[in-house]
């Protein structure tokens, strides 16, 4: 199958500062790419889809401002946590989509802000 | 509205047969996509139905009536290594994926 990474699995960071998430597809290209994002015992929440060359499409309540999606190549999504708080710690889940109905996960990415 | 219920916990005992179940509300729908989820790991894909019946694959099967809403995963044969949680999802008319709260599914020996 398809193989999907993330860089860095995980990261610690102070209350301020800007932590940037890479999604890579390894084997394939991607024109979409989905973020995500997962609280503690809860499911996935979508927070924006990305489109290789054109600005990122955000679900309702998530700040572009503050999440910055860059998908500059058709292998390649970058997500910036800009002035990151400590309520922004959660787990971050990339997806690339193969087919409509095709998704890959990435493995995750644990951001902790303190 | 768009709406994907499934109970919040199950419990079940090494190599018995567990059925998880999945009932959704959602506009448009391209199929239903059933997922496992370790702690702290990100989700695996277990299946897809897009069309009414049960798809079987190994020890994991998968149902789906569209006309009512409705799936289940079905584990056989279960394992410890099979406690985690069961995320049932829907691709919506924009194939977008809408997901459930999931299942955390604990396996007792």
């Known amino acids: 199958g398809a193989v999907v990474s993330q860089h860095p699995s995980r990261v610690i960071c102070k209350s301020g500062t800007s932590v940037k998430i890479e999604c890579r597809s390894l084997?394939?290209?991607?024109?979409?790419m989905f973020w995500y994002r997962q609280f503690p015992k809860q499911s996935l929440m979508l927070m924006a889809t990305?489109?290789?060359?054109?600005?990122?499409?955000?679900e309702q309540g998530v700040e572009k401002d503050k999440f910055l999606i860059n998908h500059a190549s058709l292998t390649l999504s970058t997500l910036t946590v800009t002035s990151a708080h400590p309520e922004d710690s959660s787990f971050y889940i990339c997806?690339?989509?193969?087919?409509?109905?095709?998704?890959?996960f990435g493995p995750g990415t644990r951001l902790t802000v303190t | 509205g768009q709406n994907i219920d499934q109970p919040t916990e199950m419990t079940a005992t090494e190599g018995a047969i567990v059925q998880i179940n999945c009932t959704y509300q959602?506009?448009?729908?391209?199929?239903l996509f059933w997922y496992q989820q370790h702690a702290g790991e990100a989700p695996t894909f277990l299946s897809y139905?897009?069309l009414d019946g049960l798809e079987e694959k190994g020890r994991f099967s998968s149902f789906l009536s569209r006309s009512k809403g409705y799936s289940y995963l079905l584990l056989k044969e279960l394992q410890m290594k099979d406690s985690a949680s069961y995320l049932c999802?829907?691709?919506?008319?924009?194939?977008?994926?809408?997901w459930g709260a999931g299942t955390k599914l604990i396996i007792k020996p």
């Open positions: 999802a829907t691709l919506d008319s924009n194939y977008q994926l809408i």
């Open positions: 990305s489109n290789e060359g054109s600005k990122a499409t955000y």
């Open positions: 139905n897009v």
């Open positions: 959602t506009s448009g729908f391209n199929g």
């Open positions: 997806s690339a989509r193969v087919r409509e109905h095709e998704q890959y």
């Open positions: 084997d394939f290209q991607a024109t979409t």
